[in-house]
């Protein structure tokens, strides 16, 4: 079965930067959303940015001007390029890729944690 695999995640200081890599382990087609969600302690899982397959790309209000997401539809892949990290982005990022009308994938989960 399909896994997504990531990587990418650590331990940085306040301002610092780091990418996170996420990339299926068999060829998915037709791949509608691909995107990244986090989940901090105590807190619901909450959706960090997200891009379709035409390119349409949206952005919680809390990273924007400071995460980029890019990826390849086609080599299933995608990124999320997270710079001045801020003590509240620590959680748990997972990417996910969602195939109308009703499969989704996720990734294993990858650590990143910000120190003030």
């Known amino acids: 079965q399909v896994q997504l695999v990531e990587s990418g995640g650590g331990l940085v200081q306040a301002g610092g930067s780091l990418r996170l890599s996420c990339a299926a382990s068999e060829r998915i087609f037709s791949i509608t959303t691909m995107g990244w969600y986090r989940q901090a302690p105590g807190k619901q899982r909450e959706l960090v940015a997200r891009?379709?397959?035409?390119?349409?790309?949206n952005y919680a209000e809390s990273v924007k001007g400071r995460f980029t997401i890019s990826g390849d539809n086609a080599k299933n892949t995608v990124y999320l390029q997270m710079n001045d990290l801020k003590p509240g982005d620590t959680a748990v990022y997972y990417c996910?890729?969602?195939?109308?009308?009703?499969?989704?994938?996720w990734g294993q989960g990858t650590q990143v944690t910000v120190s003030s």
């Open positions: 891009i379709t397959s035409g390119g349409t790309i």
């Open positions: 996910n890729f969602y195939v109308w009308p009703s499969r989704n994938y």
